[in-house]
């Protein structure tokens, strides 16, 4: 997943390096997931610090 984002971009930027073989729908699918991802750890290590802060771990 991570690895068609960052070929999406280096392509992007530097489209003489890279052939891709990868189409626009599998990118957005890649970064949705992505994004869905990093949601999911952001509220994981979220409530488990503020639970500390609060003093109840």
């Known amino acids: ?3 068609k984002i960052t070929e ?3 392509i992007d930027r530097y489209p003489f390096f890279l ?3 990868l ?4 990118i ?3 970064l949705a997931e ?10 994981s290590y979220i409530k ?4 500390n802060e609060q003093g109840l771990a």
């Open 1 to 3: 997943m991570c690895d």
């Open 8 to 10: 999406y971009y280096t």
């Open 19 to 21: 052939d891709s073989q």
């Open 23 to 26: 189409s626009e729908e599998e």
């Open 28 to 30: 957005r699918d890649s």
């Open 34 to 43: 992505a994004k869905k991802l990093v949601i999911k750890l952001t509220q």
């Open 48 to 51: 488990p610090r503020n639970r």
